[in-house]
């Protein structure tokens, strides 16, 4: 940084404000603050002071003093919030952090709400909200499926509807089905164990045994769906890359009265063999224009996993774009957005 445009602030933080939940452990917080934002920040009490080029101060002190409102307002300050509220600053100055992560989905478990940590997963439950039929297109770790499903326990909570119907396609990523020991439940109860994940998330496990036992939850592959009509249901479709262009068509006309429908994949992941098309990436273009049908989509900026499976999902974007620049095939269907049908920013 210029030493002529080097500054000073210092800033004094509520006195209603808890210390330890703004700052971190070990003053953590105010680490990943400096680092995003090259600046020097010392705390003492409740007086900050921050230390480096004028425009990425000013950043930093709109985060804190963001940040700081949060906490009175009783949002609980995690690890993930913090990165994704600093990238947010560190896009746009101007964003207003409490818009996305004051927006909470009620769920009866020890956590009491699930909040949206970015501002496409902000637009991805006002979709669900708005839409019947709601498509979350992104890589891992975006919170595509945990997002989904607490907005589905919610609505059943909440009895907007009667039941929730979870599937997904049961493709074999590099194993074999016919492998694995077992009847045909225990062959593809590996496939559908992260839905039960996300599910123990919400709800204690008593919970979800009963709920599942009187038919309120239903979690089954995607072939189970054939034939069905699903009325007062939110269902939703995990790993949808990995359905074929039939199967989606399938799936999508299940939607029965009353219902809500959300399929969540990452086109970059497809498991097909390379002669079956990903019923995913065709629907974008086949339901582009359909009124009441929301594409929202993620990028690397959205994952809230470990900070290392950004890094990974760049990196491999990043590979994947050297190869096509020498003329050299990337992975099947993990083509670059400009050339994948439909796709648009969130």
């Given at each position: 940084?210029?030493e002529a445009t080097t500054i000073t602030r210092r800033l004094t933080i509520a ?10 452990r070990n003053d953590d917080h105010l680490r990943s603050l400096e680092s995003q ?310």
């Amino acid at each position: 940084m210029s030493e002529a445009t080097t500054i000073t602030r210092r800033l004094t933080i509520a006195s209603d404000v808890d210390l330890a939940d703004l700052l971190g452990r070990n003053d953590d917080h105010l680490r990943s603050l400096e680092s995003q934002f090259d600046v020097r920040i010392v705390a003492r009490g409740h007086d900050v002071t921050l230390r480096g080029d004028e425009e990425q101060v000013r950043r930093a002190e709109r985060a804190l003093i963001q940040l700081a409102d949060l906490v009175r307002s009783g949002q609980p300050l995690r690890g993930g919030e913090v990165r994704a509220a600093i990238r947010m600053i560190g896009d746009d100055a101007d964003a207003d952090l409490k818009a996305v992560f004051a927006d909470a989905i009620p769920v009866p478990s020890r956590k009491r709400w699930v909040t949206p940590r970015t501002r496409n997963q902000k637009r991805y439950i006002d979709a669900i909200r708005g839409h019947d039929m709601v498509f979350g297109i992104g890589p891992a770790g975006t919170g595509k499926s945990f997002l989904a499903v607490a907005a589905a326990v919610a609505a059943l909570m909440k009895r907007e509807v009667t039941r929730i119907v979870l599937t997904r396609p049961a493709v074999e990523a590099g194993e074999r089905l016919g492998f694995l020991p077992g009847d045909l439940y225990e062959k593809v109860h590996p496939y559908l164990r992260p839905l039960y994940d996300a599910l123990y998330d919400m709800l204690e496990a008593e919970k979800v045994a009963s709920l599942m036992e009187k038919g309120a939850i239903e979690i089954a592959p995607l072939a189970y769906m054939r034939g069905r009509t699903l009325n007062d249901a939110f269902i939703i479709l995990d790993e949808a890359q990995n359905s074929t262009t039939e199967q989606m068509k399938m799936f999508l006309t299940r939607l029965g009265f009353n219902s809500k429908m959300v399929v969540t994949g990452d086109i970059t992941q497809v498991d097909l063999p390379a002669s079956r098309h990903s019923g995913l990436i065709e629907v974008q273009a086949v339901l582009r224009d359909v009124p009441g049908v929301a594409f929202v989509y993620f990028d690397d900026q959205d994952v809230v996993r470990h900070r290392l499976v950004s890094a990974i999902v760049r990196a491999y974007g990043a590979h994947e774009g050297r190869l096509a620049l020498r003329g050299e095939p990337a992975a099947p269907d993990s083509a670059p957005p400009e050339d994948r049908p439909g796709l648009e920013p969130a």
